[in-house]
């Protein structure tokens, strides 16, 4: 099996020009493409004011938006999977629906776009990527409104609104950073968030050598949500039993892995092996920040694959499906690094990887993928910026 790796001027010119044909008339369109932005390390600590290290990839989402004559607006979604149009009227089972309806209702309320229109979204991002895939579409499509619509708004007030869509819909898994990312100066390589005040930087490193795969076993999570927000509430009950032997402590935030380590005993297994997680996570943000400045990728790969250990460890977000493609990835040369997708509804893991290696290991893991589950992989590549 090659790598699937879409020609996105291709992609989104026969998408986008099929639209037009359909759809505009006499009106000249209004069009606008954003890359997309990964959360490599910090998942999960967001809810606990972390730190989030994020990777801008060369796959992207455009939008298109064109007067209508009717009173009514026509939204059409496409991915490179699927195409729907998304109905006002009914509540659908698909979350980019229901995400892009919240964000277009807040945007008229503020009147930053009119209320009738026709719009489409085109992305080269897959639903197996979770987060960033909503991100992407809505962060792209908030900006072609506000050009099409004339808006202006602070890039504050640009990651609020599209935060509370977010939150309205998914809840406490929103995640702030995928927004931050996007008000980074001129995007570089990875962009580190603290969201102790919504800080960001704009790391850079040469990854001319290396590519980005998305390994999805096409496998649904059933509950993600619910299961997301289990570890949520057990990390909250971390901070209040621990605020108990440290004044100060207003989250997991506030809490080192020594102190932790200290406190062993002092809070239910179960809960300390989740903020053992967050701590741990946020620590290693810090110290993949410092391999980024000195160039060390594969030091940095090596952190990703411990995070990859201690989410499935302490965390227990785990899949036979997740484990069986990471274990594997890793003892392949050419891969940098390999972790499992956090809140994605796809059962799916990222890789690092050599882009000389690129096929072979593509090739090998689909093999042994088949082999023992009897089903085939999708694996799609990218480029790190």
Same mark, same amino acid.
């Given at each position: 099996m090659k790598v699937e790796n879409i020609d996105i001027t291709e992609f989104q010119k026969s998408k986008l020009q099929d639209f037009k044909d359909r759809f505009i008339e006499e009106t000249i369109p209004v069009q606008y493409s954003m890359p997309a932005?990964?959360?490599?390390?910090?998942?999960?600590?967001?809810?606990?004011?972390?730190?989030?290290?994020?990777?801008?990839?060369?796959?992207?989402?455009?939008?298109?938006?064109?007067?209508?004559?009717?009173?009514?607006?026509?939204?059409?979604?496409?991915?490179?999977?699927?195409?729907?149009?998304?109905?006002?009227?009914?509540?659908?089972?698909?979350?980019?629906?229901?995400?892009?309806?919240?964000?277009?209702?807040?945007?008229?309320r503020m009147r930053l776009l009119k209320s009738s229109y026709k719009c489409c979204i085109s992305t080269t991002l897959t639903l197996s990527m979770g987060l960033s895939y909503y991100s992407s579409i809505l962060?792209?499509?908030?900006?072609?409104?506000?050009?099409?619509?004339?808006?202006?708004?602070?890039?504050?007030?640009?990651?609020?609104?599209l935060y509370e869509a977010v939150y309205s819909?998914?809840?406490?898994?929103?995640?702030?950073?995928?927004?931050?990312?996007?008000?980074a100066e001129a995007p570089k390589s990875f962009v580190k968030t603290d969201l102790r005040g919504d800080k960001i930087e704009s790391l850079s490193a040469d990854l001319s050598k290396y590519s980005f795969l998305i390994i999805s076993s096409q496998n649904i999570i059933h509950n993600i949500k619910d299961t997301c927000n289990q570890r949520i509430d057990e990390c909250e009950v971390g901070v209040k039993g621990l605020k108990l032997y440290k004044w100060g402590i207003k989250s997991l935030r506030d809490i080192e892995s020594t102190f932790l380590t200290r406190h062993l005993n002092m809070i239910p297994r179960r809960v300390y092996n989740r903020v053992f997680y967050n701590v741990t996570e946020r620590e290693r943000v810090e110290m993949a920040?410092?391999?980024?400045?000195?160039?060390?990728? *594969?030091? $940095?790969? !090596?952190?990703?694959? +411990?995070?990859? &250990?201690?989410?499935?460890?302490?965390?227990?977000?785990?899949?036979?499906?997740?484990?069986?493609?990471?274990?594997?990835?890793?003892?392949?040369?050419?891969?940098?690094?390999?972790?499992?997708?956090?809140?994605?509804?796809?059962?799916?893991?990222?890789?690092?990887?050599?882009?000389?290696?690129?096929?072979?290991?593509? *090739?090998? $893991?689909? !093999?042994?993928?088949? +082999?023992?589950? &009897?089903?085939?992989?999708?694996?799609?590549?990218?480029?790190?910026?």
């Open positions: 932005a990964f959360v490599l390390l910090g998942d999960h600590t967001h809810y606990n004011e972390g730190l989030i290290l994020s990777a801008f990839l060369d796959r992207e989402t455009t939008v298109i938006f064109a007067e209508n004559n009717t009173d009514s607006t026509k939204m059409v979604f496409q991915d490179p999977d699927t195409e729907l149009e998304v109905d006002f009227e009914i509540t659908s089972e698909r979350i980019i629906s229901e995400l892009l309806k919240s964000l277009h209702a807040k945007l008229v962060q792209t499509f908030i900006e072609g409104a506000l050009k099409f619509g004339n808006g202006s708004i602070s890039p504050v007030q640009k990651v609020e609104i819909v998914i809840g406490k898994i929103a995640n702030k950073a995928y927004f931050l990312n996007y008000i920040s410092k391999y980024i400045y000195s160039n060390e990728i *594969e030091e $940095l790969g !090596k952190l990703i694959n +411990e995070s990859h &250990n201690v989410l499935e460890d302490k965390y227990e977000l785990n899949y036979p499906e997740t484990t069986f493609l990471q274990k594997a990835a890793v003892k392949l040369k050419g891969v940098i690094a390999a972790k499992f997708i956090s809140c994605s509804p796809v059962k799916s893991i990222y890789a690092i990887v050599e882009t000389e290696s690129l096929d072979h290991v593509t *090739e090998t $893991l689909s !093999k042994k993928y088949t +082999e023992k589950y &009897n089903k085939t992989l999708s694996v799609i590549a990218s480029g790190l910026l």
